[in-house]
């Protein structure tokens, strides 16, 4: 006991040393930045915790509740999440967000590629970069009600169809195709969004590192692989995370394309995660279900933050300086 009454002070006294030198070793500007940390960050905590932080605790403890808005809640614990993964249309709601978040990534990242490297060379890069862009300034709604014009069984592609021969068009908009169609649209409206920011990113590399590649004989190809892909890597990497959470927040386009169907809800088969939340919290016909809908939620939340956590290990690279 005598021995360690002495060694307890002896390892405090070491530590305090220890921790004074690594403060003194620091330059006065670092001192100074450490000092004013908290002050400048806490306003910026303090409001993402109450903006954020306190909404999404509510919401996962009132995925334990049934709940409908109005009533008292009664406890269910994790019943709601079970009854959640045993409904058909929450699990097809489910594949299609994984859908729309790999296949529709899939292709809006190959078509942003692929205008990148053509428009490149071009002169007016800047204005075609605009004319991509475009679309992003247009909401989403819009584009529903557009596609419901172009492509209602009397409207100008089936008109086409009809000169060019084709007696039977297909039904564009039945609730069969309904989802490829949203999913078409979606990469539509988005793939000028990230041509522009991965376009922002390849201006960046300097010309005479492919003036270099083409002199070793690289083609258009091994040129975008060695120089591009590297360089541009981090843009395309935060690109990738955009993506991943406005992707699953995909809600309001859903509900137009399902306005052209003359019901109350789109398609059970078109839903993705939020229409799924939309239509369990406020269903036009039957009783509010609000801890079901958080429970959704929840599931999604979940999902995006994984697959973020994900993206950022898997496609960590280090900074290449040029």
Not at 27 to 38: G, I
Not at 66 to 74: L, P, Q
């Amino acid at each position: 006991m005598a021995a360690l009454s002495t060694a307890f002070p002896r390892a405090r006294r070491a530590r305090g040393e220890a921790s004074r030198a690594k403060t003194n070793s620091r330059s006065p500007l670092e001192r100074q930045h450490r000092r004013m940390f908290w002050p400048f960050a806490a306003p910026a905590v303090i409001f993402y915790t109450v903006i954020f932080l306190v909404p999404i605790g509510y919401a996962a403890w009132t995925s334990f509740y049934k709940w409908d808005g109005v009533s008292d809640k009664k406890w269910r614990g994790w019943k709601n999440y079970q009854v959640l993964f045993d409904d058909p249309a929450f699990r097809s709601s489910l594949t299609n967000t994984l859908k729309i978040l790999f296949v529709g990534g899939a292709c809006t990242f190959v078509i942003a590629f692929g205008l990148t490297m053509a428009l490149r060379e071009m002169r007016a890069r800047l204005f075609a970069r605009s004319v991509i862009f475009f679309p992003c300034l247009v909401n989403a709604m819009v584009f529903g009600i557009l596609a419901g014009f172009l492509f209602s069984p009397d409207g100008p592609v089936n008109q086409v169809l009809h000169d060019v021969g084709v007696s039977t068009p297909p039904k564009w908009l039945s609730t069969d195709n309904q989802f490829p169609m949203i999913l078409g649209t979606i990469i539509w409206t988005a793939t000028g969004y990230y041509t522009a920011i991965i376009m922002a990113g390849v201006d960046q590399i300097p010309t005479y590192l492919y003036e270099a590649a083409e002199l070793d004989g690289c083609n258009a190809f091994q040129r975008f692989r060695h120089v591009t892909l590297p360089l541009a890597w981090e843009v395309i990497s935060v690109c990738a995370v955009l993506w991943t959470v406005s992707s699953l927040q995909i809600f309001e386009l859903i509900l137009a394309f399902g306005g052209t169907q003359n019901s109350a809800a789109p398609p059970v088969n078109s839903w993705n995660t939020a229409m799924y939340v939309y239509e369990t919290a406020f269903p036009p016909r039957s009783t509010p279900q609000l801890g079901m809908a958080t429970a959704a939620a929840m599931v999604a939340l979940v999902l995006i933050g994984f697959i973020t956590l994900v993206l950022r290990r898997v496609m960590r690279r280090a900074a290449i300086e040029y």
